[in-house]
């Protein structure tokens, strides 16, 4: 996962490009393993950084906030979506289980 995010980072950026350039990166995930262990089927995980000492959040400076045009900071860096198909319960409570169910059976 980390891998191609950061392929996609660094494959739409060229030399001497501003970081402000950057593009927010998902990365969807479709797997038919047991990765980690959790009740649901989808996982959903951003890009935080805690004081080791103050355990507070890292924020954006007002400066930043300008530049990137996002107001926190994983508002810039990639997101994370896992969705672990064999633990759906073919049960299609919204379009995106439609889409699972469709992936569950396609298999």
Do not use: C
């Not at 810039?76 to 633990?87: A, D, R, S, T």
């Amino acid at each position: 996962m980390a891998y191609g995010a950061s392929k996609a980072l660094t494959e739409n950026l060229s030399i001497g490009q501003p970081y402000s350039d950057i593009k927010k990166v998902i990365s969807i995930n479709i797997i038919y393993f047991d990765l980690g262990q959790g009740k649901d089927y989808i996982y959903k995980g951003t890009t935080n950084f805690y004081g080791l000492h103050e355990q507070d959040i890292l924020q954006l400076s007002a400066k930043q906030k300008e530049t990137f045009a996002q107001q926190k900071v994983s508002d810039i860096f990639p997101e994370y979506y896992i969705i672990k198909v064999n633990q759906f319960d073919d049960v299609a409570k919204d379009t995106l289980d439609e889409w699972i169910y469709f992936l569950k059976i396609a298999k």
